[in-house]
């Protein structure tokens, strides 16, 4: 599984567009992007996914440059409630040949909105 | 629909002690998932089942068990609990042919004094 370097911790106002990078510099031809958000208390909760340029949700985007070595989840204009802990998983989670059936979570990045 | 549901919510046990976390769902998902989540720390995956009478080890299955003897039921058990495993253990589940999309339990908080 290709290991992935994000930040710790970030701060941001509310209103503001917040971006959060995931670098993933051995990632593999058929592993994917995927983000979760954690609140406290609770069990994660899948945001979004991608493979290569950009992927939109309701919730968030996803931009992935052609070397695919990095990605960015992108979260417009943040309100209070989008304090959680943010986690970038990459791997290849589709079980046809040699799919993993596991999901690997690292530290996160804790997002702190600020009033 | 309830989705993933986990049993007990809180339970503080005595070393030594055993007990057993039940992790039901009903959208009839293939796959669920037992995992830890230590203070700071990310999800550690325990054990996992791709089906109806199957289990497999995960990255830290030490001191655990498992059994998934209905589709909608996975059990996590501790035979003889120890201090280390004080954790918040979620469960979760997946449908279809891939796992990245996962659907989470709220959580069962366990203290072993």
């Known amino acids: 599984l290709a290991k992935t370097t994000q930040p710790i911790s970030m701060d941001s106002y509310e209103g503001q567009e917040v971006n959060i990078t995931c670098s993933h510099n051995?990632?593999?031809?058929?592993?994917?992007i995927t983000w979760y958000q954690q609140f406290p208390s609770q069990g994660p909760r899948f945001i979004i996914q991608?493979?290569?340029t950009k992927v939109t949700n309701e919730v968030a985007s996803l931009f992935i440059p052609a070397d695919r070595k990095s990605s960015t989840l992108s979260l417009p204009r943040v309100s209070l409630s989008d304090t959680a802990v943010y986690y970038c998983?990459?791997?290849?989670?589709?079980?046809?040949?040699?799919?993993?059936?596991?999901?690997?979570f690292g530290k996160g990045t804790k997002l702190s909105v600020i009033p | 629909n309830a989705g993933v549901t986990q049993t007990p919510k809180f339970r503080v046990l005595k070393t030594g002690q055993s007990m057993t976390l039940l992790c039901a769902q009903d959208?009839?998902?293939?796959?669920m998932y037992w995992y830890r989540q230590d203070p700071g720390m990310g999800l550690r995956l325990i054990h996992y089942?791709?089906?109806?009478?199957?289990?497999a080890k995960g990255e830290v299955p030490d001191g655990y068990n498992v059994s998934r003897l209905k589709k909608q039921n996975f059990l996590l058990g501790l035979e003889s609990a120890a201090p280390s495993q004080t954790s918040v253990y979620f469960c979760a589940t997946v449908s279809g042919t891939s796992v990245y999309e996962q659907y989470f339990g709220p959580g069962t908080r366990l203290t072993v004094t």
């Open positions: 089942s791709v089906g109806e009478g199957t289990t």
């Open positions: 991608g493979y290569k």
């Open positions: 998983l990459v791997g290849d989670f589709y079980m046809s040949g040699a799919g993993s059936y596991q999901l690997t």
């Open positions: 051995n990632i593999a031809t058929n592993d994917y």
């Open positions: 959208m009839n998902h293939e796959y």
